[in-house]
């Protein structure tokens, strides 16, 4: 059995090389940006909507409740990052009841790949709201002798978020394979059917570390600010 997707390789022609983690991430890509044109392409206001509109918008006030309860701000500004890794991590573990589809995210280079948007993105926002002093002022508190300790907790912070997702999914994998092998069908498609569920909370917890990081950087260079106008 092979652990890594990243092993499998699909085609080679010298140099260019198209391994599992790859061709299943373009896969995913592919249809959510096609599903993402067919149900938008007729979006209305009036009038009786679609079973997909509305499906997309129970999708988008759930992803709008959640960034509001954690960040206490207005959703929209971190609604189009925040939803597009719940969107592309979940669907991307629900694929997985699919004979022959390998999930991307069971590949630790996907993972660490997602958790490096986060890292890039917390103080991109950061900077957005605050402002590039405020935002660096933080590292230097409560004195400038922790700064060593503040970057490396931004970067241990990273390499959790990506080690759990990879850890969960990949380990999800392997069990089903090797039920599928020891154990007769019905007990391995009961796994299955948990292994989703469980590919639908990693999805949702990635999502919300996301966020919760985002809102706690800010939150913490708003304490900064005040602490200095005082």
Same mark, same amino acid.
């Given at each position: 059995? /092979? ?8 085609? *080679? =022609?010298? =140099? ?9 991430? =373009? ?24 079973? =997909? @509109? ?11 409740? @959640? ?42 280079? /996907? /993972? ?5 948007c986060v890292f890039i993105a917390v103080p991109v926002f950061g900077i957005a709201n605050q402002g590039l002093v405020n935002y660096l002022r933080q590292y230097l508190q409560p004195t ?53 569920? /469980?590919?639908?909370? *990693? ?15 800010? *939150?913490? *260079? @708003? ?8």
């Amino acid at each position: 059995m /092979t652990i890594n997707p990243d092993e499998i390789i699909l085609l *080679q =022609w010298g =140099w260019f090389t198209i391994n599992s983690t790859i061709f299943f991430t =373009w896969l995913v890509m592919f249809l959510l940006t096609f599903g993402s044109w067919l149900v938008t392409r007729k979006l209305t206001s009036e009038g009786e909507l679609s079973r =997909w @509109q509305n499906l997309l918008e129970v999708i988008v006030q759930g992803i709008n409740s @959640q960034i509001r309860e954690v960040s206490r701000r207005d959703p929209g500004p971190y609604l189009p990052f925040v939803g597009t890794l719940f969107i592309f991590i979940a669907t991307s573990n629900i694929l997985a009841i699919v004979p022959g589809y390998t999930p991307p995210t069971s590949s630790l280079s /996907t /993972t660490a790949a997602l958790a490096i948007c986060v890292f890039i993105a917390v103080p991109v926002f950061g900077i957005a709201n605050q402002g590039l002093v405020n935002y660096l002022r933080q590292y230097l508190q409560p004195t400038i002798f922790m700064l060593p300790f503040n970057i490396i907790g931004e970067l241990s912070r990273t390499l959790a978020l990506a080690v759990r997702l990879y850890g969960n999914i990949m380990s999800g994998t392997i069990i089903v394979g090797i039920l599928l092998t020891i154990t007769p069908l019905v007990f391995p498609i009961v796994m299955q059917a948990l292994g989703l569920l /469980t590919g639908l909370i *990693q999805a949702y917890i990635f999502a919300i570390l996301a966020m919760v990081y985002i809102a706690s950087a800010n *939150q913490a *260079q @708003q304490e900064i600010v005040k602490k200095g106008e005082k």
